[in-house]
């Protein structure tokens, strides 16, 4: 019964994950030579164990009765609420930003948590209120519902995250079915909202990020150090790589988070542009997989949370890869199911076990 239930699970939904991570725990490893301390890549290769187990374990549950549970999914959301605002009381803070609970060698983030939590309550909103979606009314619930997390993750402050849940819900708003001129409004506010981020909220060191990466030779040796060496780092890896463990950019400590925000540059410069074609063909093979059960199901709260799902991952990536290409503003976001970090990862498979749940019983 176990081996036939894991037959009929969509293996090609799932295998690109695996190999995204497998390219992670490889650079991981590489990076861990330099620094001499294997800790993080121990850590990480239990964390995609317990992440596998987890995939497998939702897939034998039939999660659409998230869809017709209403006090479960507001559970889950407060406490989502809970532990984002116990941070500024319990967090721990990690160059300016507080992020993370600390428990010894052990930090959990609940940002990516929450991310799929909101995913779940928005998929839940809106697949019951699929004829409203016409009128305005339940487009601002929607975004009041997004709008207390994002308000405190900005507040942490953490624009990266909060970028990409703003991204989550306007995608689902669209893929809902939206008037065009409701979604532009949406835009103009979201500018307006940004516009005043820049006086209100913005740290110095963001709003030097942003200016940095406007002009990357306003403060070579400051502010635009990290993404002139991630550049370096792109380019030194050629075709084929400097090989693992030989990236100077990498070993040296020139590349700033080698295993974190800058893992794709990490990638490109020990295993070069033959690894990362690899790997931006395993995220697009994912994107397209997971945007494929969003047009095919039948059941619109499946296809909701398959297109926030969606939404997230490709926020995310095309956030992290602008930065270390130097296209986008350093913004602090890791590259989904590759970057270290057990709470990314396994909040990442959370949503793969759901979205692989609601996709085999579509």
């Known amino acids: 019964m176990f081996f036939s239930h894991l037959k009929k699970l969509d293996w090609g939904l799932i295998l690109p994950v695996f190999l995204l991570t497998s390219l992670g725990l490889l650079s991981i ?29 939702l897939s034998f549950f039939d999660l659409r009765f998230l869809k017709i549970n209403p006090y479960l999914v507001l559970s889950l959301y407060f406490l989502s ?8 009381l319990l967090g721990t803070e990690v160059r300016g930003v507080k ?25 839940k909103y809106f697949s019951t209120r699929h004829i409203e979606i016409q009128r305005f009314q339940p487009i601002l619930v929607s975004g009041l519902y997004a709008a207390i997390p994002i308000g405190l993750i900005l507040f942490q402050p953490d624009l990266g995250s909060c970028l990409s849940l703003i991204a989550v819900w306007l995608g689902m708003i669209l893929f809902s079915g939206i008037k065009i001129r409701h979604f532009l409004i949406l835009i103009l506010v979201f500018l307006l909202i940004m516009s005043i981020s820049w006086s209100f909220w913005l740290k110095d ?10 002009n990357p030779n306003i403060d070579p040796q400051g502010t635009s150090w ?12 050629g075709f084929f ?9 990498t070993q040296y400590g020139f590349l700033p988070e080698p295993q974190t925000d800058f893992i ?3 990638i490109a410069e020990e295993t070069g542009f033959l690894m990362i074609s690899i790997l931006v063909f395993g995220f697009l093979i994912l994107f397209w997989r997971i945007i494929k059960v969003a047009l095919t199901t039948s059941n619109n709260f499946s296809r909701l949370f398959a297109s926030g799902f969606a939404f997230l ?22 590259l989904p199911l590759v970057s270290y970090g057990g709470s990314q990862l396994l909040a990442f498979y959370f949503g793969l076990g759901i979205l692989v749940s609601l996709q085999k019983r579509a």
């Open 99 to 123: 992020g993370w609970y600390k428990a010894g060698i052990f930090s959990f983030d609940p940002i990516p948590f929450g991310a799929i939590i909101l995913i779940i309550v928005l998929s």
């Open 81 to 88: 609420l809970l532990s984002l605002g116990g941070l500024f």
């Open 313 to 334: 991952l490709i926020s995310q990536t095309f956030i992290n890869i602008g930065m270390a290409l130097g296209i986008l503003p350093i913004v602090g976001l890791p």
């Open 205 to 214: 060191y963001q709003k030097q990020r942003i200016v940095s990466f406007l």
């Open 29 to 57: 490893y590489s990076s861990s030579l330099g620094a001499g301390n294997f800790l993080n890549f121990k850590k990480q290769i239990i964390f995609f164990a317990i992440s596998i187990f987890l995939v497998i374990f």
């Open 226 to 237: 990290n993404v002139n060496q991630s550049k370096i780092a792109i380019g030194a890896g």
């Open 241 to 249: 790589g400097r090989g693992i463990g030989k990236g100077s950019q």
């Open 264 to 266: 794709f540059s990490a």
